[in-house]
C-alpha cells in the first residue's frame, strides 16, 4: 500500500516537473528577430535551382541583403522586379542578394521567379525555419549583414517599393557595405 | 458499312477520354486532406483558414487529386515542401509515435492509480474496520437485536 501511494506521488511530481520542463523549453525557444548589432541567425538551405545547399557562415566577408519572400504574398510581386534592380545595380560592389522563400509551394515559387525575372540566389524555407529564427511577422522582410556577419541598418518590415523602405533600404545596403 | 465502323470508332474514341482520365484508384478528395494539413502561418487546418498560402495548397492539392495521386502522395510532397508540420498529426512511426502513445499511456496510467486509489478505500471501510456508531447503549442494541431475531 505504501509504495502504491509513493509511486502515485512520485508520477506526480514526475508530470509536474515535466510540464515545467516543457513550460521554459517554450519560453525559451520562442522567436525574436535578431538585435542590430548582433550576429546574423546561422542557416544551411536548399537552393531553389537544385544547385546543392548555401550556408550563410560561407559567405562570411560579403555583405548580404536577405529578403524574405512568397509566391503567394501580393506586396512581394511589386517589390520582385526593384530587388532586381537593385542586385544588378550593386552586385558590382560585391553585395551578395538572397531571396529566402518562406512557407511557399516550390512549384509556384519557381513560376514567381521566372515571371518576375529574379536572377539572384534564391533558398527554400518551406517549414519557415529560418524564418523563425529571423523573428519574421510576415513576408516581405529584408534584413542586412555586415561583412562580419553582424545584422546591420533597418529591420524592413515591408516591400521597399515603399517610399519609407526605399530609404531604409538604400541605407541598409549601405550599412552593410561600410560596417 | 464504312459509315457504321466510323461512328464505331468515334463511339470508342469518346469513351475513350474519360476512361483514360479515371483514376486506377478511387481518389482522395479535397475534403479529406483539408482536414489532415496545416496552413502552415495559421496553424490551423485548412478547412479552417482562408488565408494565402492555405489557398495555394489547397490549388495544389487539387491539381494532384485530378492528375490521381493518392492522399499519402500528396501528403508526402507537402512534407517534403514544408516539413512534417505541415501534418496535422503526427506520423505513426519513429520518434513521432510517442505523440500517439504518451497520452495513451497517460490514461492507462491514471485509471490504474485510480483504480489503486478505490481500492484502498474499500479496503479501509471493508475488514477490521469498527462498526459504525449508531448512538445506542450496548443494553438498547441487545434488546433490538433480539426483537430482530423474532422478526425473522
Known amino acids: 500500500m505504501r509504495t502504491l501511494k509513493l509511486t502515485g506521488q512520485f508520477v506526480a511530481l514526475a508530470a509536474v516537473v515535466g510540464l515545467l520542463a516543457l513550460l521554459v523549453w517554450r519560453l525559451t525557444h520562442q522567436s525574436h528577430a535578431p538585435k542590430i548589432g548582433g550576429p546574423a541567425p ?14 550563410l557562415a560561407s559567405l562570411r566577408g560579403k555583405p548580404i541583403v536577405l529578403n524574405f519572400w512568397a509566391s503567394w504574398c501580393d506586396p512581394c510581386k511589386s517589390e520582385a522586379p526593384a530587388l532586381e534592380r537593385a542586385f ?24 514567381f521567379l521566372s515571371h518576375h525575372g529574379v536572377t539572384y540566389t534564391t533558398l527554400l524555407d518551406g517549414s519557415g525555419a529560418i524564418g523563425d529564427r529571423y523573428g519574421l511577422s510576415g513576408v516581405p522582410e529584408t534584413y542586412f549583414i555586415d561583412r562580419k556577419g553582424r545584422i546591420v541598418g533597418d529591420h524592413i518590415l515591408g516591400p521597399i517599393t515603399i517610399a519609407k523602405w526605399a530609404n531604409a533600404f538604400a541605407q541598409g545596403v549601405q550599412a552593410a557595405l561600410h560596417s | 458499312m464504312i459509315v457504321r465502323l466510323a ?12 476512361a483514360a482520365a479515371a483514376c486506377a484508384h478511387p481518389r482522395t478528395s479535397l475534403t479529406f486532406l483539408e482536414g489532415q494539413i ?35 502522395q500528396i501528403e508526402a510532397e507537402l512534407v517534403g515542401n514544408f516539413g512534417a508540420g505541415v501534418l496535422a498529426a503526427p506520423p505513426h512511426k519513429g520518434f513521432d509515435l510517442i505523440a500517439w502513445w504518451l497520452p495513451l499511456g497517460g490514461i492507462i496510467l491514471g485509471a490504474a492509480l485510480l483504480a489503486g486509489g478505490v481500492w484502498r478505500w474499500s479496503r479501509k471501510g471493508g475488514d477490521g474496520a469498527p462498526p459504525p456508531d449508531t448512538g445506542l447503549d450496548a443494553d438498547t442494541e441487545r434488546r433490538l437485536d433480539e426483537l430482530l431475531a423474532r422478526l425473522d
Open chain 2, 38 to 72: 496545416m496552413c502552415p502561418t495559421c496553424h490551423t487546418t485548412l478547412d479552417q483558414s482562408d488565408s494565402a498560402v492555405a489557398l495555394r495548397i489547397e490549388a495544389q492539392i487539387r491539381k494532384r487529386i485530378a492528375q490521381c495521386w493518392t492522399a499519402d
Open chain 2, 7 to 18: 461512328a464505331v470508332v468515334v463511339a470508342a474514341l469518346a469513351f475513350a477520354g474519360p
Open chain 1, 42 to 55: 546561422a542557416f544551411t538551405a536548399k537552393r531553389m535551382d537544385g544547385g546543392g545547399t548555401v550556408a
Open chain 1, 88 to 111: 544588378q545595380r550593386y552586385r558590382k560592389q560585391g553585395v551578395v542578394f538572397l531571396g529566402i522563400d518562406y512557407h511557399d509551394v516550390t512549384g509556384d515559387a519557381r513560376t
